[in-house]
């Protein structure tokens, strides 16, 4: 388990989620820039949407967080501009992030999937090396693997999460290659992501409706239906 503060520097501290989140970025668009050539798209185009992307995602991410924990935020609203204390909905980063690619390809008279394509691997590879500096603890398990945390034994999700990520990044990265269709390979990501995402709710714990689905679950359903019955429907008129 890495501190939470990676360097204390007097005037200024430097925050391990922080710097992996800074890390993952830049590898991130480092691959990404990689395969503009093969999608005839300009680099300064995935350099912008990039940067703006990673701004509306952090308002969303911390958007759709305080949304779904709105009590607590009521009771002390001072706490929704403590984002180094933790709380980041990947899904409203992802939401954020899909808006400013929307605008980019309407902006620049360019295909939103294959701007999508582009970045998917690389905001894959992005997300994994974040994770190494999140504070995400499971449920308790008696798993040889759990780890400690505040003197209990649980499921360590950021290690989850880096160990798939890092896996999905390079699956993308070899379908990147290939031509099936517009939006392929960005759509597999949402789907693969979405059915991991899915299962590991179950050994994150939190508040479940119904004692069945929480709102990630819910959320990663309909993802999952929605990016299959594209997927399925591009690739049925490839085939025509």
Same mark, same amino acid.
């Given at each position: 388990?890495?501190?939470?503060?990676?360097?204390?520097?007097?005037?200024?501290?430097?925050?391990?989620?922080?710097?992996?989140?800074?890390?993952?970025?830049?590898?991130?668009?480092?691959?990404?820039?990689?395969?503009?050539?093969?999608?005839?798209? *300009?680099?300064?185009? %995935?350099? !912008?949407? =990039?940067?703006? #992307?990673?701004?509306?995602? @952090?308002?969303?991410? &911390?958007?759709?967080?305080?949304?779904?924990?709105?009590?607590?935020?009521?009771?002390?609203?001072?706490?929704?501009?403590?984002?180094?204390?933790?709380?980041?909905?990947?899904?409203?980063?992802?939401?954020?992030?899909?808006?400013?690619?929307?605008?980019?390809?309407?902006?620049?008279?360019? *295909?939103?999937?294959? %701007?999508? !394509?582009? =970045?998917?691997? #690389?905001?894959?590879?992005? @997300?994994?090396?974040? &994770?190494?500096?999140?504070?995400?603890?499971?449920?308790?398990?008696?798993?040889?693997?759990?780890?400690?945390?505040?003197?209990?034994?649980?499921?360590?999700?950021?290690?989850?999460?880096?160990?798939?990520?890092?896996?999905?990044?390079?699956?993308?990265?070899?379908?990147?290659?290939?031509?099936?269709?517009?939006?392929?390979?960005?759509?597999?990501?949402?789907?693969?992501?979405?059915?991991?995402?899915?299962?590991?709710?179950?050994?994150?714990?939190?508040?479940?409706?119904?004692?069945?689905?929480?709102?990630?679950?819910?959320?990663?359903?309909?993802?999952?239906?929605?990016?299959?019955?594209?997927?399925?429907?591009?690739?049925?008129?490839?085939?025509?």
């Amino acid at each position: 388990m890495l501190p939470r503060i990676l360097f204390d520097l007097g005037f200024i501290k430097i925050y391990t989620f922080g710097f992996t989140v800074a890390m993952g970025i830049v590898l991130g668009t480092y691959f990404s820039l990689r395969l503009v050539k093969q999608k005839g798209l *300009s680099k300064e185009l %995935i350099i !912008d949407t =990039l940067l703006y #992307g990673f701004i509306a995602g @952090i308002i969303g991410a &911390r958007l759709i967080y305080v949304l779904l924990n709105l009590s607590e935020y009521l009771a002390e609203p001072t706490k929704i501009i403590h984002i180094e204390a933790g709380g980041m909905s990947l899904h409203g980063g992802l939401l954020g992030g899909l808006l400013v690619v929307i605008y980019q390809g309407i902006k620049n008279k360019v *295909s939103i999937w294959d %701007i999508l !394509d582009v =970045l998917s691997p #690389g905001i894959a590879l992005a @997300i994994a090396i974040g &994770r190494i500096g999140c504070d995400l603890y499971g449920i308790p398990t008696e798993l040889p693997w759990g780890i400690y945390y505040q003197g209990v034994k649980v499921h360590p999700i950021q290690a989850y999460s880096f160990i798939f990520n890092l896996g999905l990044f390079y699956y993308l990265w070899r379908k990147s290659k290939e031509n099936i269709f517009k939006g392929a390979v960005f759509l597999r990501f949402i789907i693969v992501y979405s059915v991991f995402r899915f299962f590991l709710e179950y050994v994150r714990g939190g508040d479940f409706i119904w004692e069945l689905f929480n709102a990630g679950q819910i959320t990663s359903m309909a993802l999952i239906l929605l990016a299959g019955l594209i997927y399925w429907n591009s690739l049925r008129k490839t085939i025509k």
